[in-house]
Every structure is written in C-alpha cells, then in structure tokens.
T-cell receptor, first 113, second 111 residues
Framework: SAVISQKPSRDICQRGTSLTIQCQVD?????MFWYRQQPGQSLTLIAT?????????ESGFVIDKFPISRPNLTFSTLTVSNMSPEDSSIYLC??????????FGSGTRLTVV | GQSLEQPSEVTAVEGAIVQINCTYQ??????LSWYQQHDGGAPTFLSY????GLEETGRFSSFLSRSDSYGYLLLQELQMKDSASYFC????????????FGKGTSLLVTP
C-alpha cells in the first residue's frame, strides 16, 4: 500500500485566513480523496481528486471554500479558505490502490481562533 | 443518499470475541471495508468484502451479505490494544470509488 506524508500535522489559525494542507505519496496513484473528521466523529468525504480532472465535491462542500490541487500522481493540496471556528477539525487525505489498498495520511489538526 | 448504521459503543473482556454489525443503504455499492482508528491516529485497513461470505485475516474476520445489505466484523481473542474505534465503510462506485464511512463503533476492552 502507498505511504502518505501529510503536513502540517497541526496548526492554529486566525479566522478569515487560509491554510493549505499538503499530501505527498510515495508512489503514483490515480485516486486521492480528502476527508474531514471532527474529534470523536466519523470521516466525512470532502472531495475526490483524480489527476487530470477537476475535483469532485460532495454535497455541502464547495470549491471556493476548499480548493484542491492535484498537479501530478503523487501530490495534492487542500486549502481551507476564509476560515471560521466551525472549520476546526482534522483533515485527512487518502489514496486508493485497490479495494484493500486504501491508506490515510496522519491528518492535520486545525484549530481556528 | 446513503446511510450506514453500526453500534456506537461496545465493551468486551480481554480474550473474548466481539461482533460489530453494519447495515447499509447505498447506491453504487462496490464492497464493504472495515477500518480501525486509535485516538489521534489515522484509520488503518482491517478487512474488505467484495463478495458475499467470510474473509479471515488473523484474529479479525469480516462477513458480507449483499442481499441483506449487512456485514459484520468479528474480533477474536481480544487484547487491550484492540480498544479503538471501528468503522465500516462502503466502497462506492458512484463517488469515484471513495470510501463512505459509518459513524464508528467505540470498542473498549477491559481486563
């Protein structure tokens, strides 16, 4: 399975600012996904980011708020824009290399103050 | 839309067997996966069922019945380190083969 390096691991940000989260994968993968997880809650899919096409966002998530870049098969970024305290959460990227090959980054714990 | 239902909490004794059930309603169902997540950690893959039946991986087994939209994770010979959250997740062909997660089951293993 692919190994993902995600950064930053945590950050405290002022409301109204933006944070860009990066995920670097150790192999080329087509399918990459971004999730949000509130502490003690489940993972909610934000968007699917396949290389060569625009990201596909789930209901409740929009590109202006969560722009995603996928410049190649090993890298992606998620930006959380114009942050508010409600955006405080853990953000995780994930890649899939087959039904048994889904792995996750270690997560970015974001606190907006 | 889609939904996945699993118990919110389960408590079991070390050495025992525990079963965590998952029922789902979804379009685009491709398969059912199970993930373990310890506090502060990333989810890690446990098991996957694409076809009906039982899959066994060491102390963990998973079962799927597509006709009943039902699956379960079976954990045997429980150890203290198995205390964690367990998520069932549907692999969904309508979401670009993303995993859509249930709410999770918090398992507490006691001495």
């Amino acid at each position: 399975s692919a190994v993902i390096s995600q950064k930053p691991s945590r950050d405290i940000c002022q409301r109204g600012t933006s944070l860009t989260i990066q995920c670097q994968v150790d192999s080329q993968v087509t399918m990459m996904f971004w999730y949000r997880q509130q502490p003690g809650q489940s993972l909610t899919l934000i968007a699917t980011a396949n290389q060569g096409s625009e990201a596909t966002y789930e209901s409740g998530f929009v590109i202006d708020k969560f722009p995603i870049s996928r410049p190649n098969l090993t890298f992606s970024t998620l930006t959380v824009s114009n942050m508010s305290p409600e955006d405080s959460s853990i953000y995780l990227c994930s890649v899939g290399t087959g039904p048994k090959g889904y792995t996750f980054g270690s997560g970015t714990r974001l606190t907006v103050v | 839309g889609q939904s996945l239902e699993q118990p919110s909490e389960v408590t079991a004794v070390e050495g025992a067997i525990v079963q965590i059930n998952c029922t789902y309603q979804t379009s685009g169902f491709y398969g059912l996966s199970w993930y373990q997540q310890h506090d502060g950690g990333a989810p890690t893959f446990l098991s996957y069922n694409g076809l009906d039946g039982l899959e066994e991986t060491g102390r963990f087994s998973s079962f799927l019945s597509r006709s009943d939209s039902y699956g379960y994770l079976l954990l045997q010979e429980l150890q203290m380190k198995d205390s964690a959250s367990y998520f069932c997740a549907v692999l969904n062909s309508n979401s670009g083969y993303a995993l859509n997660f249930g709410k999770g089951t918090s398992l507490l293993v006691t001495p």
